[in-house]
Structure formats: structure tokens, C-alpha cells
């Protein structure tokens, strides 16, 4: 390959990366959440001992919900809400 492509190919590259960088930041926290979904995440994994199979942010007004979907070693499933403003579950 001729040495100017590599450098448009590796330059194309960079570019993609930091875009996916940023999309990837910006999923993971609400318009003005004090509470990112990662760290309710990681709450609700660690208060309940289940790993969240499903995560979702649901806006309701100003007010933005993380829904989370819950799953133990028993199998049991279950949903839990997360307050996205102060980390208060439901």
C-alpha cells in the first residue's frame, strides 16, 4: 500500500474511534443526571447480588427513570427504578 493511503486509512481510523468514544460517553449519562445508567447499574448489581440484563433510560418530563432488568443465580427476573437525579430505587 502506498505510504499516503496508510496515512488517510490511519487518519480515517482515529476519526472513527473517537466518534465511537463519544457516542459511548454520552449513553452512558442523561441530560442532567447527577446518576450516569453505569453507576446505577453497578448500584442495583451490587444491592440486590443480580446482574441487569437489560438497562433503559425513560424520560418522563424534566425527570429522567433508568429501568433496569434484573436477573439472580436463581433465576429469578425482575425490574428495578432508578431515580437518574439522586440514585433513589424502586
Known amino acids: 500500500m502506498k505510504p499516503w493511503r496508510t496515512l488517510i486509512l490511519a487518519a480515517w481510523l482515529a476519526g472513527a474511534a473517537g466518534a465511537l468514544d ?9 441530560p442532567g443526571a447527577q446518576v450516569s445508567m ?32 434484573l436477573l439472580n443465580e436463581a433465576g429469578k427476573v425482575w425490574t428495578v427504578h ?8 424502586q
Open 22 to 30: 463519544s457516542t459511548v460517553a454520552a449513553a452512558g449519562a442523561a
Open 38 to 69: 453505569d453507576q446505577a447499574v453497578k448500584m442495583a448489581e451490587q444491592r440486590y447480588h443480580a446482574k441487569v440484563v437489560k438497562a433503559e433510560a425513560q424520560r418522563n418530563g424534566a425527570q429522567t427513570v433508568y429501568v433496569l432488568r
Open 82 to 89: 432508578v431515580d437518574a437525579s439522586n440514585g433513589a430505587m
